[in-house]
Every structure is written in C-alpha cells, then in structure tokens.
C-alpha cells in the first residue's frame, strides 16, 4: 500500500519518504519554517509535541535548526503520569532528544508536576501551560495502531470529556484499561486549534490503519485520530 492509494480529503497533504531519516529531516524543516514564521509575526513560538520511538529523530534533526529558541515555548501534547527519570516519560525523552545544543535554550513546559495526587499536579500543568501562547504554532501528533493519538484512546472512559467541544481546561485525565498508566492529555479541542498541525508515522501497519480511519471519519469516539484527518494537516510517512 501507497500514501496516495489512500481516500484522502481534500487538503490533506502527504509525503511520502524513503526511510525515517529522511522523514525526520522533512519534518523539521516544515516545523522550523513554521515557527520562523510565528516568530515573525507575534515574537513567541509554542508547539506541542508526542512521545514514543517515532519521533526521536525528528527531535534530533530539529535541534540543529537555526532559530531564536529562547522565545519557542515546548509542552507535549500528552504525558504518561510517571516522573521524568522513568523511561516511559515523554518529557524524559524529550529533554534528552530536543532539548540540546541550540535548542536547550527553548522553554519546555512538561506536564507532569509532582503533587500529592494526580488532579493536583493537573493544576499544576494548567497553571504552566498558562503562560505560553494559544492556540499552538505548532503541534506534530502520532498514531497508535488503535486510532489513538495524544492519550485519546479509544477505550477511555474519560474520552467524551476529552473529545467535548466545550470541556473546560486545556489538559483532561484519562485512564484508558489497554494502559499500564494514567494519562494527562491535551484536550481535542486544544489540539485541533493548532495552526499547524503534522502527523508523523512510520511503517506499514500505520497505513493500514489510516485505511480504517478513513473509511469512517464521522466515529471520532471509536478512532479519535479521525477529528484530525482534516485539510491543512500535513502527514509525513516513511516505512519501517
């Protein structure tokens, strides 16, 4: 199976490389583009990124970009309830990945806080992720196999709250069963009104599960990953 093979809506750009590098050196470049572009225009840059093996290079070719990191705000788009020293942690794999050389002089916002209890560090996260920029420059998404992205799994009981239109906050837990963790998520609402917005895969599965979601783009609830299957989102692939 091919990207273009794929019944894509009108808008959907998709490219296609030969190997994660390339997709990775693809994708910064576009990312970079567009956070010179809000630096230009309002003098911060906010941008959201996603955890797992997928984007580690990308973050590795991002940091060598040229650009005034000290006024780019980072947070993630979702966080496994775990301290940044334990390798599940997506800040963990951030600071290690993104967070160097030029790009060490960024402000990452993470959204794991210790506190007594899990809604309080949520308090905590929002109270942080107050004071970057809204809505985001920049957000770049995965997808997991389930149709999930972010931390909106399909099996969550808390995934009506996270998809609602009108939830209050930026952020909403969930405790999806198929997880070994609790999650803290940015809300779909927060997410969709990024300005920019990049869904990064590789492998084969990847596409057979895009075959599925766009099968039905209605039943966000069953792949949450359908609400962003939108024009203006940017999918970047490259097998395995």
């Known amino acids: 199976m091919k990207m273009p093979e794929l019944d894509w809506p009108a808008g959907v750009i998709t490219v296609e490389e030969k190997d994660p590098q390339a997709a990775a050196q693809r994708l910064a470049d576009r990312v970079a583009g567009q956070l010179r572009a809000a630096l230009a225009s309002v003098g911060r840059a906010s941008m959201a990124v996603s955890g797992g093996s997928t984007p580690a290079p990308f973050f590795e070719a991002?940091?060598?970009?040229?650009?005034?990191?000290?006024?780019?705000?980072?947070?993630?788009?979702?966080?496994?309830?775990?301290?940044?020293?334990?390798?599940?942690?997506n800040a963990g794999l951030v600071r290690a990945s993104l967070m160097k050389g030029r790009a060490a002089a960024a402000n990452f916002v993470p959204l794991w806080h210790e506190a007594p209890s899990m809604i309080a560090g949520q308090a905590l996260s929002e109270e942080a992720l107050s004071v970057m920029q809204w809505p985001l420059d920049v957000l770049v998404l995965g997808m997991g196999n389930d149709g999930h992205t972010a931390s909106l799994f399909p099996d969550a009981p808390e995934l009506p709250v996270a998809l609602a239109p009108d939830t209050v906050g930026r952020t909403v837990i969930l405790r999806p069963p198929s997880q070994a963790r609790e999650r803290l998520s940015l809300t779909y609402r927060t997410l969709r009104a990024a300005r920019f917005t990049a869904l990064h895969l590789k492998g084969e599965?990847?596409?057979?599960?895009?075959?599925?979601?766009?099968?039905?783009?209605?039943?966000?609830?069953?792949?949450?990953?359908?609400?962003?299957?939108?024009?203006?989102?940017?999918?970047?692939?490259?097998?395995?």
């Open 62 to 89: 991002l940091r060598t970009r040229d650009l005034p990191w000290e006024r780019v705000d980072i947070t993630l788009a979702d966080e496994r309830w775990v301290p940044e020293t334990d390798p599940a942690s």
């Open 205 to 240: 599965d990847k596409l057979v599960t895009l075959e599925k979601a766009l099968s039905d783009l209605a039943d966000v609830q069953t792949m949450p990953i359908r609400g962003f299957l939108r024009p203006g989102l940017e999918v970047i692939w490259s097998p395995g």
